[in-house]
């Protein structure tokens, strides 16, 4: 009887929570998929495979002594002042602008943030489509830093920002991006941000970035504190450009052409606390996808219920205010968590190619050479998961600088606005497989090259990279998956 009421509680709650048509996670439409999921992993799976026989048998140099096995390096182009400092300068003084403009606009403006620029001005251009383009045309926020400008013009105004009052210490690595980073999702998923909140975020981060500079001095800083500067130095890898914000003297900055993906082979993260940001790039998309689905929903109110209902009693709606505080803890708890789950499968997997390789390398180490391998693959998580907003939003952005405040102003005089047909959930979905399998690919080959410089010979390297397929066809799994899975809607975060 105790067995029958619980069930007949939870349906009850299910069926007020969950929709009656299920929905691909992110489609905002009911949607059938083409074929089965597990008939796109089969073929994902298969082309992973074929790609890593393919990549392990061409890909390979001779070892002679103690040099590491590599390949050709990349023809590069030197290319030294090609703007000027004019055009520098103006692109500097738009992104402070644009900033202002998101604070300002948040501050004074509508709260609908449909109708105020502040919100598509931060999440949509910056967030995600400024971070699509840094993969294609390389890391242009290393010169353009809005943050970094108002640090170099505060010096101008007499206020010293490079002189470190405080050594930054070595130990601290790059932990303060690290927890910038996990404040920003952490926002963006459970805050309930309105523009002026965001402005109030926006505000009290750059308080924190001049302090910042100012006690460790604005290197340090922006090397090691600065989240944008991390976040995106490490999506400008993917590029086939460079920038160097310290050319040769009298030039405005330095451009390097390299082949596309080079970037993540050339240096490899000198802090642990960079590869665990990495692995949040991971995590914090694959949980954002997660959190809101069926199967992580009835995970807590019916599997973990089940086992905290000798504290509850047996009625799930008279124990559901309580149980509700808890679920809040749930949802927050699988974010802070997330990295280092993904942290503790990394290791693992790493210890397993260390002992197929029979290698003398400490695991630390190996963690630190194989972990811009994972860059492709967080990226292309990133697109999948938000590129559709980019589309929905993007065509607003004109009318939205026309009218930014929200106060019904039309300045550029645009046409009033046409219906747009919605985006296809086809072209969506074979969008999404696409852009996964191609950076699992990426990634297989980085890792190959990658232990091909780290092992002594060939076969230790083919070796070693069996368990990384492994934690490849994993990854690829997980993500369709998760984009495959029914959300749960209704349900309170």
Known sequence: ??????????????????????????FVQPYILPVPVWMYLYGSVATLVVSFAIICYFIGVPVTGSVHPTVAAPPVANVNGVLGRPVLGLARVIAVGCL????????????????????TLFW???????TYLTAVIGNVYELINP????????????????????????????YPAFLFYVALIWIELFANVTTYRLSLALLV???LTVAGAWLFGQQAWFRYGELFSVFLGLVGR????????????????????????????????????????????????????????IIWVTLFWKHLWALLQPFWGISLMQAYPRLLKWYFVYQRLGLLLSPFVYLGLY??????????????????TLALEFAYSLIPIAFVYHVTHYFTLVLDQGPNLPRLFSDPFGFGWNLLRLAPPVDRLPIGMGFIWHTQVALILGGH??????????????????????ASQIPMLLLMVLYTAIGLWVLSLPIAAGIPR
Do not use: C
């Open 100 to 119: 202002l403009l998101t604070i300002v606009a948040g501050l004074i403006g509508t709260q609908n943030s449909l109708t105020n620029i502040n919100m």
């Open 205 to 207: 981060y750059t308080l």
């Open 347 to 364: 290791l693992a997997i790493l210890a397993w190619a260390k002992a197929a390789a029979r290698s003398p390398i400490p695991l630390r």
């Open 441 to 462: 690919i990426v990634s297989v080959y980085l890792a190959h090259v990658i232990a091909l410089r780290v092992f002594p010979t060939q076969r230790r390297a083919v």
């Open 238 to 293: 993917l590029a086939p450009v460079e920038y160097r914000s310290n050319p040769a003297p009298g030039q405005a900055f330095g451009v390097r052409l390299r082949w596309p993906f080079a970037g993540a082979l050339e240096q490899r993260p000198e802090h642990m606390s960079l590869v665990l940001f990495v692995l949040f790039m991971l995590s914090s998309t694959t949980y954002d996808g997660i959190r809101d689905t």
């Open 124 to 130: 949509i251009v910056f967030l995600l489509g400024f």
């Open 147 to 174: 943050w970094r400008s108002l640090v170099r013009w505060a010096e101008r105004l007499g206020l010293d920002l490079s002189k470190p009052r405080m050594t930054y210490p070595e130990d601290l690595g790059y």
């Open 1 to 26: 009887m105790k067995h029958a009421v619980a069930r007949a509680a939870w349906v009850t709650l299910a069926a007020l929570l969950v929709p009656d048509a299920a929905l691909a996670h992110l």
